[in-house]
């Protein structure tokens, strides 16, 4: 089990490096270029080795709070990078995949779980994971149940619709990495509250996807 745990880390690690570095390619470089489309897919796997390592460790090591919230988030992890994939595939018209239903069903569910872990924290007295499990609950849950209304509509989607939800999914997956990147680094720098090291890099690339936003619309000529 020992050395299961060990390698287990390792690909984690690896795969959060590989993540963090290559990730930054196709933000910058230009869009469905050779470049952005060969290091997208070596970060779209390197997410998923990720958060499928995240949650083999708390699976290896359980009932310890911080281990299960970072299983969570290595899940969000992946469903907005699966969700930035798909929107690639759905550039026309939302046909939803039996994998699409039941990767945003586990989504909702994943997201009514922290949010009650969250209810569960504050009774407990642990108001720092109470308010962890209640921010990215109820962004979780929202994302998925959204989701999962586009996907019973079946609506057509606007045109640069795919490609706002692509990239924006991509980066959302990009800025849970790094934040649970900062939150493992920051317990070595005392004069980072862990909660500032939580919730700082969300609030900060948020606003960063807003103005990328606004630039590719004006770009785009999107109302």
């Known amino acids: 089990m020992e050395a299961l745990q060990k390698l287990t880390l ?8 590989t993540a963090l570095t290559v ?19 070596i970060y779209v796997w390197a997410m998923y080795l990720v958060s499928s390592s995240a949650l083999v460790t708390y699976i290896i090591k359980p009932y310890r709070p911080f281990l299960l919230f970072l299983a969570f988030i290595g899940i969000f992890s992946f469903y907005l990078t699966y969700t930035g994939v798909q929107a690639t595939k759905q550039k026309k018209e939302i046909l939803p995949t039996l994998n699409d239903w039941i990767i945003s069903g586990i989504g909702l569910l ?4 922290m ?13 720092s994971f109470a308010i962890l499990y209640a921010v990215f609950g109820v962004f979780y849950a929202r994302i998925a149940s959204h989701d999962l209304q586009v996907y019973r509509k079946k609506a057509i989607p606007e045109k640069t619709a795919w490609f706002f939800l692509h990239m924006g999914r991509i980066m959302g997956a990009y800025l849970a990495t790094l934040t649970a990147f900062c939150v493992v680094n920051a317990a070595k720098v005392e004069f980072i509250p862990p909660l500032v090291a939580w919730i700082a890099p969300g609030v900060i690339g948020g606003i960063g996807i807003g103005v990328w936003t606004r630039y590719y619309r004006k770009k785009m000529k999107v109302a």
């Open 10 to 17: 390792y690909i984690h690690i690896l795969a959060g490096f």
């Open 110 to 113: 994943a997201g009514i779980c």
């Open 23 to 41: 990730g930054l390619i196709p933000m910058f470089a230009k869009k469905g270029g050779k470049l952005h489309i060969n290091a997208g897919r």
């Open 115 to 127: 949010i009650g872990l969250a209810v569960w924290n504050f009774t407990a007295g642990n108001t």
